[in-house]
């Protein structure tokens, strides 16, 4: 139980890690305004007030406790600077959730808060989602996804270095969701083994975002810089099994003292040349210097374009097996005598034997006749019952009706009720709603309940078909049960409209495949795929999931 807890709640541990620059880690009061996820460079944290955080105890909680009369507490995972973290049961859900509890009067509290409702907005499903941030009953806690499949990055590295292709896995998808996190203008600041998880289906996932550094009082004057150079130690790591610092972290070793930061190729034989001159770039903050002096890395986003220019690393082909022998019986083995092989009967040769043979081929081929000539009447019948002859012009050959595929030149988020944009780029990004790939799929963000959190009536996406037409059928397929209606813009419209009631409802549905076929004939350039009642999904969260959107005349 305590590796399964490790693996799937966000805990705050204390392993002993030494912070990327080997400096001393201490919680204080951060002093920064709330809500603003910043902290030092080289994630070292501000003397100052390390009395007060230590002065503030964790409430005395027991297991079988409930919060809010709906999260079951189970067994204590930590209990550090002030605040404890827990595994507990969601009991309205019926899933395992994380939640982090500390007082109310913690010197820490606000911050927390604010860090883990700016994280929940974000609702990347890269990073292990914030589900609750609440303060009652002078208590603070913070409730989160529990992902029992996934599993540390830290034991996975114990176990040895990562292959080329899974290192390049690792640093491309967290560059790339800690890009998308910056753009938000939230950062992590406390990225290390412990805080990657590796799904069964080989996905990363980021746990913490905004909130551990919260919770250790982390600030940062250079966000980006840390959390750049913190994905190359993830990455130096994978590739060498070795914490790029003279001090052991994580449960691996540091380099040796007094050598300096060395690439990764220098430590171990056989490591990806590219990749190592991939860590050294997004390292040179400490001092690194890429083997072939690249331009540095200093912001997600400047690294997870370098790894896009990188010529991709295959997967390993599959190892070849040559299939067994057949076995042989076992009384003919160590070169026992081979039996004569088994001569089949001979075919009938007698006088009887070819009558009989003609017989039966005089019989098929009756048959044969017999039935094609019924179905050819029956066929002919047919044709001159529905298709009667014209006597007037003789022009009778058919028209086609409708089904003729519709080209969606653009498809643009809509957010209307909301922050006006819905998971426009990125994982998942509206791209993958019409990319004709039906295992890719565009997700809205993460809601509380069915109807979006209570928040707004729906989220949609706007399809731009080039020019007015024809709308005979919108086929949508999602990932799971949901509620939707197919809206139409005016056919004048002249530029694509943004406001919900520019919108005329011509059909709706609910399944995980809905064809939408207006209720009367439309014409337009401007459709509207409108999501109005989502459904929890495997993970215990309520998403819209649109694999792929098809429109035919």
């Known amino acids: 139980m305590a590796e399964r807890s490790t693996a799937a709640v966000d805990v705050a541990d204390n392993s002993g890690e030494q912070p990327l620059t080997a400096a001393a880690d201490k919680a204080t009061t951060d002093g920064a305004a709330a809500g603003k996820m910043v902290s030092t460079h080289k994630n070292t944290e501000r003397a100052g007030s390390e009395s007060t955080a230590r002065d503030a105890h964790p409430p005395e909680l027991h297991s079988g406790h409930k919060l809010a009369r709906r999260y079951r507490l189970e067994e204590c995972v930590t209990r550090l600077e002030g605040f404890s973290s827990w595994r507990a049961v969601d009991e309205k859900l019926r899933r395992a959730v994380g939640v982090h509890l500390l007082p109310a009067d913690h010197p820490r509290a606000r911050q927390v808060l604010a860090a883990a409702r700016s994280a929940a907005l974000l609702g990347d499903p890269r990073f292990v989602q914030v589900l609750d941030a609440v303060e009652e009953n002078e208590l603070v806690y913070v409730v989160h996804e529990w992902l029992p499949d996934a599993t540390e990055l830290t034991p996975v590295l114990a176990s040895g270095p990562l292959e080329p292709h899974e290192a390049y896995q690792l640093v491309s998808q967290v560059s790339q969701a800690m890009a998308a996190a910056h753009r938000e203008g939230l950062a992590h600041l406390r990225l290390n083994p412990g805080s990657v998880l590796r799904t069964g289906t080989g996905q990363y996932r980021i746990r913490g975002l905004a909130v551990m550094a919260a919770l250790r009082g982390i600030t940062s004057e250079h966000p980006q810089r840390t959390d750049t150079e913190a994905i190359g130690a993830l990455l130096y790591a994978a590739l060498t099994q070795r914490w790029p610092y003279d001090s052991n972290a994580h449960g691996l070793s540091g380099l040796p003292k007094g050598v300096g930061l060395i690439a990764p190729d220098q430590v ?286």
Not at 349 to 371: D, H
Not at 415 to 428: I, R, T, V, W
Not at 449 to 471: N, R, T, W, Y
Not at 495 to 520: C, F, Q
């Open 268 to 553: 171990r034989a056989g490591v990806h040349r590219g990749l190592s001159e991939l860590a050294m770039r997004a390292l040179v903050n400490d001092g690194a210097t890429a083997s072939r002096q690249e331009k540095p890395c200093t912001t997600p986003e400047e690294l997870a374009k370098a790894v896009a220019a990188m010529p991709r690393i295959r997967p390993p082909e599959p190892d070849f097996t040559t299939p067994p022998p057949y076995p042989r019986p076992s009384g003919l083995r160590n070169g026992g005598p081979v039996p004569p092989p088994v001569v089949p009967p001979p075919p009938l040769q007698s006088r009887t034997g070819r009558a009989l043979k003609w017989s039966v081929s005089a019989l098929l081929i009756a048959a044969l006749g017999l039935g094609s000539w019924q179905l050819a009447d029956t066929l002919l019948k047919d044709g001159e019952k529905d298709n009667p002859r014209s006597q007037s012009t003789g022009n009778d050959a058919p028209k086609t009706v409708g089904g003729k595929p519709i080209r969606i030149k653009s498809v643009k988020d809509f957010d209307p009720l909301g922050d006006g944009s819905e998971k426009a780029d990125g994982y998942h990004g509206i791209r993958y709603a019409y990319d004709g790939n039906p295992s890719t799929y565009w997700s809205t963000d993460y809601y509380t309940s069915a109807g979006f959190g209570e928040l707004k009536a729906g989220v949609g996406l706007i399809l731009d078909l080039g020019k007015v037409q024809p709308v005979g059928k919108v086929e949508v397929g999602f990932l799971n049960d949901t509620s939707a209606q197919l809206m139409a813009a005016p056919a004048d419209a002249a530029t694509m409209p943004m406001t919900l009631s520019a919108y005329s409802k011509v059909a709706a549905g609910r399944g995980k495949v809905l064809g939408l076929k207006p209720d009367k004939p439309t014409q337009a350039r401007y459709v509207l795929v409108w999501l109005t009642k989502l459904s929890v999904t495997e993970s215990g969260e309520f998403r819209g999931r649109i694999s792929e959107i098809k429109v035919t005349s």
